[in-house]
């Protein structure tokens, strides 16, 4: 088999999946175009915006992508490519694309309110406090991580950092010209989606060096990056959408869709051959040069491409505010993530057709990897391989801004979220009212205040170096946080009397996998890093906390059931 006859196979299966499988889950959330959504029953011209799918599309593809379809496949090569290609089949259709649908779903139908909210009524205070406390960590960990990563690009890449800055630049004139001038979305996006091309030669040509143009040193100009980066993601989690995040978000996302055009022709055009071994064993030395057992690492690495918790914050914290009609939910939804799968395919062919030996050295870096497999894929199209390695390097890099700035805004939802008083009462309007109540409340509601305090605390955890210590853990976590909203979604389904199985099954695979992934950091740390054993013994017990609550109403729905008794619910 070649690499374009299984990027084919591939395509066809994700295509086949979307209209049945997908088509499944839109008879069992009875998905219904009438119902109003929360877009427009609780406009507010902030977070609350109707958005033509297109547009919504873009910004949600590229804040769930960023590099990790990418990254997560090539870490897993090492196993062989037959174990990512299947988890990247299975999990992508079954559990990923699943888990991001409910996500949103259960979001509109609960007012736009994130996971965290429906699982205080199905949990009560304490499971919300808890699972919020959770994402809270996690989102820290993303911002603080994803931070260092990009200030370090800019410093080693210059090119990156003024095509970056072009995005951001041009996202609120796109916003003006659509917002206010009147100006049709395919219009300016024959304009704009252009001159975001344009900007990454621009960016080649006119780096913005500040160690060898500007004497920084390359301390000081990460610094001075983190400090640029700071004051974005600031202002991304403040300012109305439809100026920023999602133009910014939709304009970025044609270059994730121009990077899977040309590796989906390259790879036709080359017809590479496969020079990997499928299965090297159950235990294999991986880029970080440990010995890694196939369960859990497997499913630890490979998140975006088939399962990711980050998603369920996207899909809840910012997409579901901005969904049109539920007729958009499933296309946005499940489709978004089947895409990312495709995406993870071509990110394994890239190394697949690469010498084994080469693999072991390149692979270490998965950006590098991918950009060199797919630039010497795009020798068969007449292209300068050097050429198309700065570009999907660049692109590539572009996304990482994409999770930056929406995990920024999920944060801030998080930190109100956090520090709202128990629900009293169906109305937005009065818990937002009681919440005002006290000082202390008042400040952290406040979408300034709690926007300052996400930051400053990521920034913080970013300069002090914490993050980087952290981030062995955070694979395991994230996928904990995947684990608990199929929990919150097991719950949502068993209220309404449908097949509740469907979400119950990949909780309890991913739970297993997950604690299991957190069990091997605390062993592998014991005694070395107690930041690790802590954390992981942390996330541990609040995440079996939160699964023994869910399995006692699970059970007891289940017994009010067989019994012939009604088990009250108030859960929309």
Known sequence: MTGSLLLCICLAYFVAAYFAYGGYLKKVFAVDPNRPTPAKTQYDGVDFVPTPRIVLFGHHFASIAGPGPIVGPIMAAYFGWLPALIWILIGCVFVGAFHDFAALVISVRNKGHSISFVMEKMMGFSGRQL????????????????????????????????????????APVFAYCTNKLGMRLKVASLIFIPLVFLSVPFGAAFPIDLVNSFGFTPESAKLFWTAVLAVYILCASIVPVQWLLQPRDYMNSFLLYGTLLLGFVAILAYNPSIQMDSFKGFEAVTADGNMSMLFPTLFI??????????????????????????KDMLPVGYGAMLVEGVLGIMALIAVMAMDPSSFTEVGKNPVVAFSTGMSQFCVALGLDPKYSMVFLSLAISAFMMTSLDTATRLGRFLVQELFMPKAVSEDQKEDFE?????????????????????????????????????????????????????????LWLLSKNVNWVISFIPMIFMMVMSLWGVFQVITQQWGKNYVLVGTGIFLSVMALMMVALGLSIIFHHLKAHYSGTAAASEIQ
Not at 153 to 167: E, G, H, R, Y
């Open 131 to 170: 699972f919020v406390g959770f994402c809270f960590a996690c989102l820290l960990l993303v911002v603080a991580v994803f931070t260092n990563m990009v200030s370090g690009m800019f410093v080693k890449v210059p090119a990156v950092a003024t095509a970056s800055l072009i995005f951001i630049g041009m």
């Open 434 to 490: 009681k919440a005002q109540e006290g000082v202390f409340r008042k400040v952290l509601t406040n979408k300034y205040y709690a926007s300052v305090f996400f930051v400053a605390f990521a920034m913080f955890m970013a300069l002090s170096g914490e993050a980087a210590a952290l981030w062995p853990i955070f694979g395991a976590s994230n996928q904990l946080m995947a684990a608990l909203t199929f929990l919150v979604i097991t």
């Open 301 to 326: 690495f490979i998140a975006c491409g088939a399962c990711s918790g980050f998603h369920a914050l996207v899909a809840s914290g910012t997409t579901s505010k901005q969904i049109r009609s539920e």
